[in-house]
């Protein structure tokens, strides 16, 4: 019961922050949304900072955990380890999975100020390392001679921003289908403008 | 008089916005920071909404004005008209635009859905004519065949997406000067990660 009744509270939070942001939500909204009395609130959080601080670890544990998934499936496929098809896996993959939980990017992004510095700085790193893994698949392109060299940490953040850059226009009932989307992003990342 | 304590009002609440938050500032707190009166705040805006509208309001203007300029200035060069150069110019500008108003972009991103639906839809209009400007160029250039075919809607989103995001990493003290983030995008816009 009490890891049904925290599933609860991560869902009605992410759904409060994202539409009224994160400093608008009270404890007692939150509360009433689950059915709780705002002071049991405090069984599962001690505070509404270490709610926030909550949603973003999971977020991020999640993608991390995620990605090592679909980079470990490749792993006996000697074909899907060259760093071009890893750079498409890893475009398609950022995409998809962020697309898909639009609240928590929308958090993870506009309230991260909202966080303590010791919280943020955890927040951080842990996006670093997840930045690693792209940085790492620039590297070996760069090293096998498929990629010329590249800042690999701008390049990292610039192809990292478009690609999350989805989940601000993208409408489930739009003109092009995420696959549609993907292949357009896989091409500027691949090739840029000029081809 | 009138004009410049409205600057001040600015200022002070942009940089409270950028700081705290739209939703935890109050127009006490930013009357205090320009030694005014709180009912004082109401002769220059009618309200918190209103401030933030006209915030927004201004730097989208501001932008699109900035921005035609830069491409007015090429007009009698030819050599600056091709669709290349005008995209590459619009990286530059883009980047160096955003990364001097840090707040303006903090506030343009993260405060969108503090708006009204109207103020919103105003501010997306705007936003929608200055990514016209990049769509205009890639079209250009994929007519004249030097690019591609490519969904220039999207294009557009992620090129945009990708340049506004290093105001959230750039640090004046860091690694790379501003010219050379400059010319890392334009190479991955131009060439993407296989050159």
């Not at 989805?166 to 489930?172: E, I, N």
Request: charged share 25%; glycine share 6%.
């Amino acid at each position: 019961m009490g890891a049904d009744t925290q599933k609860a509270i991560f869902e009605a939070a992410k759904s409060l922050i994202e539409t009224k942001g994160f400093s608008a939500m009270t404890l007692r909204q939150l509360a009433a949304e689950v059915g709780l009395q705002p002071g049991s609130i405090y069984r599962y959080f001690e505070s509404k900072d270490a709610l926030l601080q909550a949603l973003m670890n999971q977020h991020m544990l999640s993608l991390l955990e995620s990605w090592n998934k679909v980079e470990g499936k490749g792993e006996d496929e000697d074909e899907d380890e060259d760093p071009v098809s890893r750079l498409r896996a890893f475009v398609a993959f950022h995409i998809r999975y962020h697309i898909e939980r639009r609240a928590d990017v929308i958090i993870a992004n506009l309230e991260l100020r909202a966080l303590g510095d010791d919280y943020r700085a955890d927040v951080v790193t842990k996006r670093s390392h997840y930045e690693a893994n792209l940085r790492a698949i620039l590297a070996e392109g760069v090293k096998a001679g498929v990629f010329p060299q590249v800042d690999l940490e701008v390049a990292a953040y610039a192809i990292i921003a478009m690609l999350t850059g989805v989940c601000f226009w993208y409408r489930s009932d739009g003109r092009l289908s995420i696959d549609e989307i993907i292949e357009v992003h896989q091409k500027l990342v691949l090739q840029g403008v000029v081809g």
